[in-house]
């Protein structure tokens, strides 16, 4: 089995293992919680204030009871019985019933519901003013804006006509001084002035204003709006549904702002459901009657047909007693006779409403065949009966069957007439609306909710877009596992390090009279011109206790035990970019180091800015720059530093290029020398991506250590690197995360003007 392939450091992960998971998302909001924060609150305030600028949606609900038709006030309802069953209920034809023109436009004309009126306000920030005015009393104009409303008008427009060219239009009225107002169209042009409590008509626009309180030069929107378009939008605000399944029961709500509106609307619109109900169910008992009136004397007539003819009969043949047989024969007949004649009378009744193909006429054509076929058969029983004795049995039997009918026709136009006169319809009001407490809507506890939801996400997305862009580094874990870099810790950020970047001297430009002098050595005296010697003490010995000094402590473990497993004991600290406390950490590293009894040699290999002799109060001299140039020996370039076991060899003051410096064969023999006689050789380096003087020195290092600084660099930053430093021949063995605040965020960068300023002495 061959061994797992190892993914080089530096290298960012592929991208089936680059997953977005939870705690990066929680880590990146811990690191940026201004924005987390601030994102969430500013959308959150959205969501308040938009809830409580919305207007409170009140719904009233009045219930209705509809019950099956009676069967005595429709013979349509009669016959359907006769073919066995009764219709089910109704409900939904009724509901829309009650959402049609007839019913609706009666409720749109009572409450002027086509004519809608409000206040010209401010968006949001009218509409919370004005829940804070009192009715009737104008609310003084905010910020001047006088044609606004503030709160607390009132208007009342009982009449308003406008031409077809004008309805669905938004007309201005605006109030003018001593109760007149003017109306204008949308283009501005004035249409009308009037006062409030006249009617002003001029030709197809007529108004009347009954109560009109608000300031001088308060507008309101007001619109005429189409007939059909008012009840289409009453029926939207309507929600008619059925309490159950086939319970008859419907319940109508209404949603309106006004609470008292919304109870009245929804009482007028169950009334003019009832009321037209009832002028349905009047007017089809009134054709009924109409019909069973004319009816009556062409029974009669029947009726007195029937007798003359039997009574003619009865005086030719004498009275004879019919026989078994023919009494069979009149009681077998009657009772068919008797359902096709009422039959035959509802199918006449239906042909006043109905075409022939209509279901219900060809159910009782359906009957009427039925019976008919059994009026066959017992007319074919008794075919072989004397003729005289069947068509004086035929005779009494039309005279009975003509009795029943008139009596029944008789009957039915009395129920008819009683019913007229106390009709109350199918449908009851069971429960008429009240006025509703609390609103219905908005929902402000679930808006303001989701704002609050919205927010966070806003939030979020928002951090991870900064990271997405900016992709600032922050903490060791993220390092680690995105781009698979060791690290050996992190230094916390502790307020004794806030003079650390202050005190370190910029990189300056050498004088002209210098850099000209090629391979010259550099009197210490003139070199002190341009090099400050700024003390800077080691905070390994000035504060061993401080926390940052503590995590070196467990640093520098690591460190000894890596070195000592990969047998280097020339070490280079490079950083990535410049500020990010490279120094600070060479300094300090090496004087822990030097107290565990090992002998330590510190290079300041950072040629262009000569700092580690500051911190250990020692001004500019002869170093690494003379070595190089052959002025000086190794052992004459290291010096103590006052702390035990720890030699510095300084920069020194040669006026020659750094890179040509660094590529003298001498830096090899004096690194090599330097390992013999010393246990540990730190160098510090120049910035990777600033100068290419660290790759140099990293190349004849044993090993490598990254330094980087928490949310200064990017991902691509640290990438490009470690990718230096190994194209060099570099050996990176790790890295250290420095300035790492408590809350895992980091310090923020001090300003290159900052820095020059105050190590120059020119700030306070």
Not at 183 to 206: C, E, K, M, S, Y
Not at 352 to 368: C, E, G, K, Y
Not at 655 to 677: I, K
Request: aromatic residues 4%; proline residues 7%.
């Amino acid at each position: 089995m061959s061994p797992p392939v190892q993914r080089p450091y530096g290298t960012p992960l592929p991208l089936e293992d680059d997953e977005f998971i939870l705690r990066d998302l929680v880590r990146m909001v811990r690191q940026q919680p201004g924005w987390a924060i601030g994102i969430t609150a500013v959308v959150a305030a959205a969501a308040t204030l938009y809830a409580y600028s919305m207007p409170a949606i009140y719904s009233a609900d009045a219930l209705l009871q509809v019950q099956a038709s009676n069967p005595d006030s429709a013979p349509l309802a009669r016959a359907s019985q006769m073919m066995g069953g009764d219709k089910p209920l109704p409900t939904e034809t009724e509901i829309e019933i009650i959402r049609s023109r007839s019913v609706l436009e009666p409720v749109v004309n009572a409450f002027r519901l086509n004519v809608s009126v409000a206040p010209v306000t401010i968006p949001f920030i009218g509409n919370v003013v004005r829940r804070f005015a009192t009715t009737g009393e104008p609310a003084p104009a905010w910020f001047g804006l006088k044609s606004y409303a503030w709160g607390g008008e009132q208007i009342d427009v009982e009449l308003l006509g406008v031409p077809p060219a004008l309805e669905d239009v938004p007309l201005t009225l605006r109030l003018l001084e001593d109760g007149a107002f003017a109306l204008f169209d949308p283009n501005g042009v004035q249409l009308l002035t009037g006062r409030a409590g006249a009617i002003v008509d001029d030709g197809p626009l007529q108004i009347r204003v009954g109560k009109l309180v608000a300031r001088p030069g308060t507008e309101f929107t007001v619109t005429r709006a189409n007939q059909l378009a008012a009840i289409e939008e009453l029926g939207k605000s309507l929600l008619v549904v059925e309490q159950g399944k086939q319970t008859g029961i419907v319940q109508i709500s209404m949603e309106s702002s006004d609470r008292v509106a919304a109870m009245q609307i929804a009482n007028a619109v169950a009334q003019s459901y009832v009321r037209q109900n009832l002028e349905r169910h009047q007017e089809e008992t009134a054709r009924t009657l109409e019909f069973v009136n004319a009816e009556v004397p062409r029974v009669r007539a029947d009726l007195e047909k029937a007798e003359d003819a039997l009574a003619a009969l009865q005086q030719r043949q004498g009275a004879v007693r019919p026989t078994s047989e023919a009494q069979s024969y009149l009681q077998g007949g009657l009772e068919i006779d008797r359902q096709i004649a009422m039959l035959t009378l509802q199918r006449t009744q239906l042909l006043q409403r109905f075409m022939p193909a209509h279901p219900d006429v060809q159910t009782i054509d359906a009957q009427l065949s039925q019976l008919r076929a059994m009026q066959q058969k017992l007319e074919a029983r008794f075919r072989d009966m004397p003729a005289s004795e069947k068509s004086g049995v035929r005779m009494e039997r039309d005279v009975k069957i003509a009795q029943e009918i008139y009596i029944s026709l008789q009957n039915k136009a009395q129920e008819l007439m009683i019913n007229r006169a106390g009709m109350v319809g199918n449908v009851h009001i069971l429960d008429e609306a009240l006025i509703p407490s609390l609103p219905v809507k908005p929902k402000r506890a679930l808006i303001i909710a989701a704002g609050l939801i919205l927010g966070f996400v806003l939030a979020v997305l928002t951090v991870f877009m900064r990271r997405a862009v900016f992709g600032r580094m922050r903490e060791i874990e993220e390092i680690e596992r995105r781009l698979a870099l060791p690290m050996f810790g992190e230094i916390p950020f502790s307020p004794a390090q806030s003079w650390l970047k202050a005190s370190e001297p910029p990189e300056l430009p050498m004088p002209v009279e210098l850099a000209g002098a090629e391979h010259a050595p550099v009197a210490p005296e003139r070199a002190e011109e341009w090099l400050p010697a700024a003390t800077r003490p080691v905070l390994a010995e000035s504060r061993p206790h401080d926390e940052a000094i503590e995590a070196l402590c467990g640093i520098c473990t690591q460190f000894q035990f890596t070195l000592k497993q990969m047998g280097h004991r020339v070490v280079a600290i490079v950083g990535a970019t410049s500020g990010v406390g490279k120094s600070f950490v060479a300094v300090n590293l090496a004087t822990l180091l030097a107290r565990s009894n090992r002998r330590v040699l510190l290079i300041d290999a950072d040629l262009r800015r000569h700092r580690l002799p500051g911190y250990f109060n020692r001004a500019a001299g002869m170093g690494l720059s003379e070595l190089l140039g052959g002025r000086l020996d190794a052992d004459q370039a290291a010096v103590p530093t006052g702390v035990p076991n720890l030699w510095l060899v300084p920069a020194g003051n040669f006026g020659a290029t750094p890179a040509e410096l660094l590529m003298n064969t001498r830096l090899r023999q004096a690194l090599e020398s330097y390992a013999r006689t010393y246990d540990l050789v730190i160098i510090d380096t120049p910035p990777v991506l600033d100068h290419n003087d660290a790759m140099l020195v990293a190349a004849l290092a044993g090993a490598t250590v990254l330094v980087l600084r928490a949310g200064v660099h990017t991902e691509q930053q640290i990438v490009e690197a470690v990718k230096r430093l190994k194209r060099a021949g570099g050996n990176v063995v790790g890295g250290i995360l420095n300035t790492v605040s408590r809350n895992g965020g980091h310090r923020p960068a001090d300003s290159m003007d900052d820095v020059v300023a105050r190590a120059t002495g020119q700030a306070a």
